[in-house]
């Protein structure tokens, strides 16, 4: 009787525990943005592109892993920029990571997802690991003028 008692305790502990730590996909959002996309930019062009995190979770750790930029040489424009606003009357916490892409040949060219790592909090004080993924977007680039 003692051991059923036991293992009831066990289960409803460790499966409160799991719950504790689903994360609600509306909770955290990452986009990616091309700039300026009302022109198709040239071969070498240099083409802005914004990431934009909204987190509704508090975050312990955190790494933003840029995808494999295949025929796009990058570099990333200043330090990420962490802040807070407020979205449906409730306070989120915001990062803002801008690059500059010069892709290196023309043609339909796709960017992979960018994948956030994050270390978050449950309900017990307790971390635990959780990622989420941009959706890949597509470049239209246009060859270089001979000129």
Request: charged fraction near 20%; proline fraction near 5%.
């Amino acid at each position: 009787m003692v051991r059923l008692f036991l293992c009831i305790i066990l289960i409803v502990f460790t499966t409160g525990a799991a719950a504790q730590k689903v994360v609600n996909p509306a909770d955290l959002v990452l986009t990616v943005t091309l700039e300026n996309t009302s022109t198709t930019p040239y071969q070498q062009e240099m083409v802005l592109l914004t990431i934009h995190g909204i987190y509704r979770r508090h975050i312990t750790l955190e790494n933003l892993e840029n995808p494999d930029f295949a025929d796009i040489n990058w570099m990333q424009l200043g330090a990420d920029h962490w802040f807070e606003s407020t979205l449906n009357g409730k306070k989120v916490k915001n990062m803002r990571r801008r690059m500059a892409l010069f892709p290196e040949k023309n043609g339909n060219l796709e960017i992979g997802s960018f994948v956030h790592h994050l270390t978050l909090l449950d309900e017990n004080n307790q971390w635990f690991e959780h990622k989420i993924k941009s959706d890949p977007i597509r470049l239209q680039v246009q060859p270089a003028p001979d000129t």
